[in-house]
Nanobody, 112 residues
Framework: QVQLAESGGGLVQPGGSLRLSCVCS????????IKWYRQAPGKQRELVAS????????NYADSVKGRFTISRDNAKNTVYLQMNSLKFEDTAVYYC?????WGQGTQVTVYS
């Protein structure tokens, strides 16, 4: 059974940092690219970042370039999203997607 489990969300003030994790199971992790998405209230889910199978290639939404970093550890079947310089507009539920399966999401709230 394919499963993706996000964690690491929380409350943070503007300018702060969080690191999200997505632990994957039930499929051969190293054979799949993984994506992070987010969905803010009343908005469509949007692609935030993606990483290739080996981790050698990454892509980012313009809104997070230079602030977010996606990485993966194939030995741990885990993808990370390091989020720095967080802004109010980063508030959303963050989801990972892999092997055509979504995780349950983790809430990130930027507040002052």
């Amino acid at each position: 059974q394919v499963q993706l489990a996000e964690s690491g969300g929380g409350l943070v003030q503007p300018g702060g940092s969080l690191r999200l994790s997505c632990v994957c199971s039930g499929f051969t992790f190293s054979l799949y690219s993984i994506k992070w998405y987010r969905q803010a209230p009343g908005k469509q889910r949007e692609l935030v970042a993606s990483i290739s199978r080996s981790g050698s290639s990454t892509n980012y939404a313009d809104s997070v370039k230079g602030r977010f970093t996606i990485s993966r550890d194939n030995a741990k079947n885990t993808v990370y999203l390091q989020m720095n310089s967080l802004k109010f507009e980063d508030t959303a539920v963050y989801y990972c997607l892999g092997a055509a399966t979504w995780g349950q999401g983790t809430q990130v709230t930027v507040y002052s």
